[in-house]
């Protein structure tokens, strides 16, 4: 079993930033993947970003590449997304979640273990 608590989120002015971050705990594997989806009102969980524990691949989704960055602290199972340049879409709920394996799928229904989600809201 993995525990995933996340932190950060909540009101975000736009063109402000994010941060974002999601401790694993447990029983990790040896190698695992590490992402984050989210889900506006009325829409589809969908892929934003995810990293790789050896930090040897990152993918984003082209919704937010260029504005927001992935990253891993291995030594604390901790992953972080930062975000600048906020813009209405992309307020939503936001789902850390892991993977045992060492490929990025970005399908949800491949990650075994989710977070409980937090909010952001981006006001205009």
């Known amino acids: 079993q993995v525990q995933l608590a996340e932190s950060g989120g909540g009101l975000v002015q736009a063109g402000g930033s994010l941060r974002l971050s999601c401790a694993a705990s447990g029983r990790t594997a040896p190698f695992f993947v590490m992402g984050w989806f989210r889900q506006a009102p009325g829409k589809e969980r969908e892929f934003v970003a995810a990293?790789?524990?050896?930090?040897?691949?990152?993918q984003y989704a082209d919704s937010v590449k260029g504005r927001f960055t992935i990253s891993i602290d291995n030594a604390k199972n901790t992953v972080f997304l930062l975000g600048s340049s906020l813009q209405s879409e992309d307020t939503a709920v936001y789902y850390c979640?892991?993977?045992?394996?060492?490929?990025?799928?970005?399908?949800?229904?491949?990650?075994?273990?989710w977070g409980q989600g937090t909010q952001v809201t981006v006001s205009s």
């Open positions: 979640a892991y993977d045992a394996g060492a490929i990025i799928f970005r399908s949800s229904g491949v990650y075994d273990y």
């Open positions: 990293v790789t524990s050896t930090s040897d691949n990152t």
